[in-house]
Structures are given as C-alpha cells and as structure tokens.
C-alpha cells in the first residue's frame, strides 16, 4: 500500500499502475536472483514482457572496458528473453559528458574524436551481442538549433526537480570542483530524457536501465515522456559492484590498468588473467553478474572449487566463459596458451601452444626462412622486440637474463644456426621470467 502510494505521487508512477502482470517476467526475476536489480521504478510485475530496451554509452574513449561489461551482459539477457536490445552510443551527449558519478567536470572532447570513438564502440557492441540495434543520439541532435532544444525540450524540466537529482545535488554540496557544476553539465538529463523519448517513440523502446547513478536520468527520462506522451515507460538500476575488501570491482586491474574490451587495447590473455586473478571470497558474485550458466550451475561449480580451492577450478571456469564471450573461442585457445608459456616449464609445450599464445600480437614476429642464418642473436632479437637496442640486448645477454629456446644465452653477437630451430620453423626469445617473443620463420 505504501508502495502504490509512492507510485501514484509521481507521475510516471500513476501511469504503471494501470496494468499489472500476474508475476514479475522470468528474466527479472533472475536478475533479482542474482543481486543484479538495485532500483527499479515500479513493481517488477508491472515490467512490459517484450519490446525494446536500451542501454547507454557515451564514446569517451575508442573502447569499452570491463566496467562496461554488466550492461552489455544485462542487456544480453534481456534480449535472449525476447525483448528488443537497443545500445545507444552518445555521439552527442558523449560531447557534453554525464556528471553523473563524477566529483568535478570532464574534459570535453573533440567532436571528431567522439565520432571516431562512436563508430569504434559500436562495431565492439555488435560483435558481442549479434542482433543488437546499435543507435547514435547524434542523428535526433544533428541540426538541432539551441533556440529548438530550449523551446521543445527544455520547457518540460523544472530547475527545482534538476537541483534535486542526487549527480546534481552531490556536486553542489560537496565536489571536489570548487566551480560547481556548469550549466553543460546541468543540462545532460534533458538530453538523456530526450533520447528515452525518441527511442520510444522510433523504436517503441519503453525499458532503459543503467549503472546506479543513473537513477536520476532514468526518473528524469519517465517524466518527460509523461509530459510529452500518453506512453508508459519504465526503468531500473544496476547495483555498484564491489569485491569482498569493498572495492568496486571493474574497469582497473590491482596495479591500476584499464581492463578494455577491444582486443587491441588488452590481450585475451591479459583479459583472460583478470578473471583468472578473481579472489575466491567474490568467485560467486561475478559468476552470478557475468555467466550464463543458470543459478544452480554456478553452485555446482564453486562447490566444486571450494573442495579444493588451490586448483583455482572456479577461476578457469570463469576467466574461460568471460573471455570466450567477448573474445570468441579463439581468444580462449591464445589466452589459455600464453598461460601455459608464461607459467609453464616450457618441456611439455607444442608449436601450436606458441603460436596460438602470441598470434595477432606484437609478440610474434614473422620473417623469410631465406637469410636468416645471416642474422645475429642481436640482429633477430631487435627485429623481434627482445630489446630497444644493440646494447640493451648486449646487457641483458651478460646479466643471464636473455634465452632462447628456454637456454640462457650469453653470445649475444653470434650467428643464428639451424639448432636454434624449434619445430623446425620457432626460436622462442625470453627476456627475464616472463618476457617472450617468438619468431617464425616463413618458407
């Protein structure tokens, strides 16, 4: 009763009051079943059962990055279950940038950076989720005079209801931006609303969610449509995710590396061991917000794990699944690869697990057969990568930390021979532990 009450106060409330379904869809039922629904603007029952629904990604860099993942994974979900998905990349607010979250204002990029970003981000988008509308807010905001945006948008918004959002309120009152929150900024949740509304109205789009902080753009999303429509809308939140030492979980490795989606900016396997590095106390929680495997699968597998959790059984799972699901099984085949090379004793390592491990990378280095016998360690070292210079390699060759083929290797000026052959095509370069480089040799 008291939740009806609150609904009917507002009026994107009173308009969900008016149908209800007899239970909540199944797929929100599981989103709730695994901690994935934060806030929601009405009872879940309330929810359409199909139609479209959309997510929203502003092109601040040329790629996503793991702290993009829950959307992408959510929206996934949404569209195995029926519903239409819709990813909007902000070609236009992406401009302006959401304040939402942040402590003081971003830098503004260049328009021509985010068009580049754009056209990047939904390439990634597409390739992950086959099916998906990828959509631009460019094409409704291209051409629109400030004069129109004020007169058909900006008459629907009250300041006193702007002033209120919590991404306002907590720059006011205590950001870091000692020059408050300018009036670009101020403005971004007119134009999110904007873009809710042409979504439904294009693409009959009447579900949008978002990250925690997007509360306030959703609400503001609801109540523009109200005023500017007969529609029902509706709108959830994800939860922030945090590891069991309370921080938040994506995006950064521990030494503060962007975990990116895009194969050119992180590796597979570099993608591969942030899952793999998953402490076991959170092994669950990302199981639940990033897999596809039903909820009884999941407890299968960390009761499994915990039976022996120094195997790291559950990790494998994981990392395997995630890294599959944005990198394709191939990602997995060269991520579980460079695993082997890196911390394996090299004996036991086929041709095949060397190539898989650095095909596609700058690892690899490829030349003619033909002449290469005329090469030095040093020349073939340089071309490969092992080091900057000549006598950076030298150096390294007398600290005992250059080999080839597994064998220290202290000659740094001699000629390659045909033993230096693996597989009768390889030599396989290290610098230090871990540092590879392999070169194959092209008939």
Not at 20 to 41: E, G, M, N, W
Not at 82 to 106: F, H, M, N, V
Request: net charge negative.
């Amino acid at each position: 009763q008291m939740l009806q009450s609150l609904l009917l106060s507002r009026p994107w409330g009173r308009m969900m009051c008016t149908s209800a379904a007899s239970s909540p869809p199944p797929v929100f039922q599981d989103l709730k079943h695994r901690a994935l629904l934060k806030d929601s603007t009405a009872d879940l029952h309330l929810f359409p059962t199909k139609g479209g629904v959309y997510v929203g990604f502003d092109p601040t860099a040329d790629s996503l990055h793991v702290g993009n993942l829950l959307q992408i994974v959510v929206l996934d979900r949404l569209k195995r279950a029926g519903y239409t998905p819709l990813a909007l990349i902000g070609g236009a607010t992406g401009q302006i940038g959401d304040p939402s979250g942040r402590e003081s204002e971003r830098s503004l990029l260049l328009p021509e950076t985010t068009a580049e970003n754009a056209v990047k981000i939904a390439a990634l988008i597409e390739d992950i989720i086959p099916g998906v509308e990828v959509t631009n807010n460019l094409d409704w905001y291209d051409g629109m005079s400030a004069i129109q945006f004020l007169r058909d948008v900006g008459k629907q918004f009250r300041v006193n209801q702007m002033l209120g959002k919590e991404s306002v309120r907590s720059r006011i009152e205590g950001g870091d931006d000692k020059e408050g929150m300018s009036f670009t900024e101020f403005s971004y949740q007119c134009l999110q609303a904007h873009d809710f509304y042409n979504l439904l109205e294009r693409h009959d789009c009447r579900i949008q969610f978002g990250g925690s902080d997007q509360w306030g753009n959703i609400t503001a999303g609801l109540d523009y449509i109200k005023r500017k429509t007969e529609h029902s809308a509706f709108g959830f939140t994800l939860p922030l995710l945090s590891d069991s030492e309370g921080k938040k979980i994506g995006k950064s490795t521990s030494g503060n590396q962007t975990v990116w989606l895009s194969a050119e900016k992180t590796s597979p396997y570099d993608f591969y061991q942030y899952w793999i590095n998953t402490a076991d106390a959170d092994l669950k929680k990302l199981f639940l917000a990033f897999s596809f495997k039903s909820v009884d699968e999941i407890d299968e597998i960390v009761s499994t794990h915990q039976q022996a959790p120094e195997i790291r059984s559950g990790q494998a799972h994981l990392a395997a699944e995630v890294t599959e699901y944005i990198h394709g099984k191939e990602g997995v085949v060269q991520a579980e690869s460079a695993s082997r090379v890196f911390f394996g004793n090299g004996e036991d390592l086929s041709k095949d697990d060397y190539l898989n491990a650095f095909r596609g990378t700058s690892r690899l280095y490829q030349t003619p057969r033909e002449g290469v016998n005329e090469y030095t360690v040093a020349d073939l070292g340089l071309k490969a990568g092992v080091a900057t210079s000549k006598s950076a390699l030298r150096k390294m060759a007398q600290r005992g930390s250059l080999y080839i083929n597994n064998q220290r290797e202290e000659e740094w000026n001699r000629k390659i021979e045909l033993t230096d052959l693996l597989f009768d095509e390889l030599i396989i370069f290290r610098a230090g532990k871990k540092d590879y480089r392999v070169v194959q040799l092209l008939d």
